[in-house]
């Protein structure tokens, strides 16, 4: 079983820059990979990337390439999203989770954090 806490949320303008975190405990953080999802009010949970345990591969949906980066600290237990040049479009719950390895979707990951909202003003 794998704990995950995200934290790091808040509200930004457009343009700003936010870094989540997601705080592992439980079974070893380092044998899974991390994923970064949404879910904006009235849809459906979004992919936003994902990371290897290794950190040696990554994953994004494109409207974030370039502007969010994820990575991960297994000696630290967290895995992080920086999120830099903000859009009103990105305000959404942010959540993270682990797995078996870098998938896009929310079935293939088995253990998910509670959520940290983050809003960006225009």
């Known amino acids: 079983q794998v704990q995950l806490v995200e934290s790091g949320g808040g509200l930004v303008q457009a343009g700003g820059s936010l870094r989540l975190s997601c705080r592992a405990s439980?079974?070893?953080?380092?044998?899974?990979?991390v994923g970064w999802f949404r879910q904006a009010p009235g849809k459906e949970h979004e992919f936003v990337a994902a990371?290897?345990?290794?950190?040696?591969?990554?994953s994004y949906t494109p409207p974030v390439k370039g502007r969010f980066t994820i990575s991960r600290d297994n000696a630290k237990n967290t895995g992080y999203l920086q999120m830099n040049s903000l859009k009103p479009e990105d305000t959404a719950v942010y959540y993270c989770a682990a797995g078996p390895g870098l998938g896009e979707k929310t079935s293939e990951f088995d253990y998910w954090g509670q959520g940290t909202q983050v809003a960006v003003s225009s």
């Open positions: 990371i290897t345990w290794s950190g040696t591969s990554t």
């Open positions: 439980g079974r070893t953080f380092s044998r899974y990979a």
